[in-house]
């Protein structure tokens, strides 16, 4: 996994060079005496197969996320529990991210790729079972206790993309292959959004929901069972040969003395990239937000729409996995990175006030468009704000700047979540949307004022530098 760049890398005022160019300049580095030699470096086919699965078991886990949340009516008839106990059942990913991200980083940094991956697989799996048990009226306690366990898997997942892409990736795949890693996370979501409402129809009968209820979660088991398996059959730590230059020098220049405390504080120093934890985690706290409490927003204008409920979580969620994807080919063919996140930004906010004004319309049709056109937007900024991390922080490991991302995320998600809940409580569902309005206002502020400018400039002096030394030693 990526490791601190040799001190050649680091500018002298501490900021980052462009790390999109790193390759370029590791072209001259002499690791054997001799000038212009270069490391092998190869990519290996496998790389597709190890990105897949590891969206796989990321779907598996984000797909127990909104199970719960998007029939929310129908948990609280059969657990006999109030809504906000419902929505800690998808508050709960949140809150268990914020204490244990930091430990797992480490983890991540200490022991790699397959160890975080197999732990994350046994909660996942742990979680889903413990689910199969709880499938009793008066068992509320034991699915938070499943839930909790999957809530804790999260963590070891979220975090992964950038790093899995730097690691197994060439350098024009990265932001491609992140955006893999998002789409599975995604996918996972827009399942949970579609399943749950057909498998467990809105009965009065209690033991017929109870039996809907433990078919949905074995059916969750299975899947996450065999995944596990898969997991530990295929899944490995790193390619034996290092697909890009930068990753070659990692692998050789690692140094002993790395710090992962002190990497975290020379993050929490850098103002553009504080900039865009609070910048994400407003926009990502909306969207768990919403995702979280879709089915009241739906069910209070429309009643007895639990399905269409959740084909418009499907719609929102869809639509921002093909958002995802294209501007993870953007950005590896155009790296405009704070450009692009600044535009995908301010539609997200134009996507939340047209969804906002539209919701009370009466028109279901309405709704899949405008909430389509917001996903699209606002779930497809999830891959660029870790590739803009990446940019912003190089040499930095990119798990840890996801980590901090994400942990910014879950705050802001608990807070807007219980915040809006309380608002549609008491004033209604606009007012809620409103809320949410303001929050991705200031995020579009802050990502206008969020500089790159000085890192760039500084990356093209040293780029031109490389190339005249280069061009030296070939004479």
């Known amino acids: 996994h990526a490791q601190p760049a040799p001190p050649h890398m680091h500018r002298q005022d501490g900021q980052c060079q462009n790390p999109r160019e790193r390759d370029v300049r590791i072209q001259a580095d002499i ?17 597709w197969v190890i990105v897949l699965l590891f969206s796989a078991y990321s779907l598996s886990n984000a797909y127990q996320w909104i199970q719960y949340g998007i029939i929310s009516n129908i948990i609280m008839k059969f657990y006999n529990v109030d809504g906000f106990a419902v929505d800690w059942l998808s508050m709960i990913y949140m809150l268990a991210y914020i204490p244990f991200i930091f430990p797992v980083t480490w983890l991540l940094e200490k022991y790699g790729l397959r160890c975080t991956a197999l732990v994350a697989n046994a909660l996942n799996c742990a979680g889903t079972w413990i689910k199969v048990a709880s499938a009793r009226p008066d068992l509320f306690w034991v699915t938070l206790h499943g839930q909790s366990a999957s809530a804790l898997a999260q963590v070891f997942i979220l975090g992964i993309p950038s790093n899995l892409a730097s690691v197994w990736f060439g350098a024009n795949e990265v932001s491609t292959a992140c955006s893999i890693g998002v789409f599975g996370n995604q996918l996972g979501v ?27 979660f074995y059916i969750g088991a299975g899947v996450a069972t065999f995944i596990f398996v898969l997991v530990v059959i295929v899944f490995q730590e790193r390619p034996e040969i290092p697909p890009t ?12 003395d790395y710090s992962y405390m002190a990497s975290i504080w020379r993050l929490l120093c850098n103002k553009a990239f504080m900039l865009l934890v609070i910048s994400y985690g407003l926009n990502v706290g909306s969207f768990y937000a919403i995702s979280t409490l879709l089915n009241r927003m739906i069910i209070d204008r429309y009643p007895g729409e639990e399905l269409n409920a959740g084909r418009i979580g499907l719609t929102i969620v869809i639509a921002g996995m093909a958002g995802s994807l294209i501007c ?4 590896d063919k155009t790296k405009t990175y704070k450009q692009t996140t600044l535009v995908v930004y301010i539609f997200s906010l134009v996507g939340m006030l047209v969804y906002t004004f539209t919701l009370n319309l009466g028109q279901l049709w309405v709704v899949f468009i405008t909430a389509g056109v917001l996903g699209f937007f606002m779930t ?6 870790f590739e803009f991390a990446v940019e912003l922080t190089f040499p930095e490991s990119e798990g840890t700047s996801s980590g901090l991302l994400n942990c910014s995320a879950q705050i802001f998600g608990i807070v807007f979540t219980i915040v809006q809940g309380k608002i549609i409580d008491k004033w209604g569902t606009l007012l809620g949307n409103v809320f949410l309005c303001i929050s991705l206002l200031i995020g ?4 206008g004022e969020t500089r790159t400018s000085t890192c760039h400039f500084a990356a093209t002096n ?6 005249i030394l280069l061009l030296r030693c070939s004479e």
């Open 245 to 256: 230059q930068s990753q070659a020098q990692a692998r050789i220049s690692r140094s002993t």
């Open 190 to 216: 827009a399942i949970g959004f579609l399943v749950p409402p057909i498998l467990v129809p809105n009965v009065k009968d209690v033991d017929e929901l109870a039996y809907h209820i433990r078919f949905m």
């Open 328 to 331: 993870g080919f953007w950005l």
């Open 380 to 385: 497809g900024y999830l891959p660029l704000g």
């Open 462 to 467: 040293y780029n031109f530098f490389i190339g």
């Open 31 to 47: 690791p054997n005496g001799e000038c212009g030699s270069a490391l092998p470096t190869r990519l290996y086919k496998r790389r």
């Open 444 to 447: 579009t502020v802050i990502t």
